[in-house]
């Protein structure tokens, strides 16, 4: 008989094991969910996966698509090894969108990329971190769940978007499109290789994920968060102030997906528009997750993630699955992900059922009998 035996100290293996092994069961449950669908599962596979990043520009589009996750997962995972939940990080993302293009708008006459994207990125990561201190603030002063506030905030910042491309910034020579007008070429970000879309963005990204290491196991108030999300009650009689450690993880959490938001804006979409993010901010949560809350698994988690979502574009193109493919990949994984993380702290173990002896029946009964 098979029971879950809790173990003397949690594994440092199933820890890494983990991820790897939830992605071999989504791989595995893709072939059966692509042969439910009526489609050779070979094929879908080669479609999903393989074809992608057969080519440099393919390559390309998964880089470009991985920089905003990097970059809302980095934050995530900071706030998370303090146990700060930020949920929240598609609204940062939308209001770093609107302040950093509204830089561009505003400034449209300049036409300097050194003095206008640097001013764009900045307000971009003030804007988002200006959306994360409401949620702050109220965890700190009111002691509200930032889960619940972050996460509503994520449709307040998506109607103020609407409203805003339907209203005062829609293009008056945008046929009545709900748009605000292109930015000029100096609000663009300048592209790494000619050819294909990823631009310099993909750089920041992995230099934040460079200086978030470093500040995550180099630096004190890196350590004040990782004590605070291991051992709250030693943080609290170390004289570590939680509230602090709220505002910094918010902060950081929403600044860096404030970044990624403008990042989109001023990259592959050019412009404001009703709808700028596929879900990169929610994705990020399983991101952030699947790589562990380090900064380098981050970056690989958020590949992986990237080709889900442009697998899932190619599926729908080559071989008509519904769009709805990519969000079943990414719950698979976020499933299998929290089940291998069960035998972090437990193992199975086989045990045998216990014998149960005859009744033992006297004489004495028997004669009685």
């Known amino acids: 008989m098979l029971k879950l035996e809790s173990r003397p100290e949690p594994s440092r293996i199933m820890s890494y094991a983990s991820p790897l092994l939830a992605v071999a069961l ?67 993302l939308t209001l770093g969108a609107i302040v950093g293009g509204g830089v561009a708008l505003w400034l449209h006459d300049v036409q300097s990329a050194w003095l206008l994207l640097p001013l764009m990125l900045i307000a971009g990561a003030l804007g988002g971190m200006a ?15 930032e889960i619940l506030v972050s996460l509503m905030l994520v449709y307040v910042a998506r109607l103020l978007l609407s409203w805003l491309v339907h209203g005062p910034w829609r293009d008056p020579q945008g046929y009545n499109f709900p748009q605000s ?68 993880a918010l902060m950081i959490g929403g600044g860096a997906a404030g970044l990624a938001g403008i990042a989109e804006v001023a990259g592959p979409i050019g412009q404001l528009q009703p709808s700028i993010s596929p879900g990169y901010g929610f994705a990020a949560i399983i991101v952030a997750f699947v ?24 599926a729908q193109i080559q071989m008509a699955l519904p769009a709805a493919v990519t969000g079943v990949f990414q719950g698979m994984l976020l499933f299998y992900l929290l089940a291998a993380d069960l035998f ?6 086989w045990k045998k059922r216990p014998t149960i002896a005859a009744p033992v029946v006297s004489v004495a009964s028997k004669e009685a009998a």
């Open 26 to 92: 989504t791989l595995l449950s893709g072939f059966v969910l692509f042969s439910f669908l009526g489609k050779d599962p070979v094929q879908a596979f080669l479609v999903f996966f393989i074809k992608p990043v057969a080519t440099a520009y393919g390559l390309g589009e998964l880089c470009l698509k991985a920089t905003p996750l990097i970059l809302c997962a980095l934050g995530l995972a900071l706030g998370f090894r303090a146990n700060v939940w930020n949920i929240g990080a598609e609204g940062q």
């Open 181 to 248: 007008p292109m930015f000029q070429e100096a609000a663009l970000l300048p592209l790494l290789v000619e050819g294909v879309r990823t631009n310099i963005a993909f750089l920041i990204a992995l230099v934040l994920a460079a200086i978030s290491w470093v500040f995550a196991e180099k630096t004190f108030a890196g350590f004040r968060f990782k004590v605070a999300g291991l051992a709250p009650a030693a943080a609290s009689y170390a004289g570590f102030s939680e509230k602090r450690n709220v505002w910094l």
């Open 131 to 145: 959306w994360a201190a409401i949620p702050a603030f109220l965890r700190t002063r009111f002691n509200t769940n």
């Open 344 to 349: 972090i702290n437990f193992r199975l173990r």
């Open 291 to 314: 790589g562990r809350l380090h900064p380098f698994g981050v970056v690989l988690a958020s590949l992986l993630m990237s080709l889900l979502y442009i697998g899932g574009e190619t």
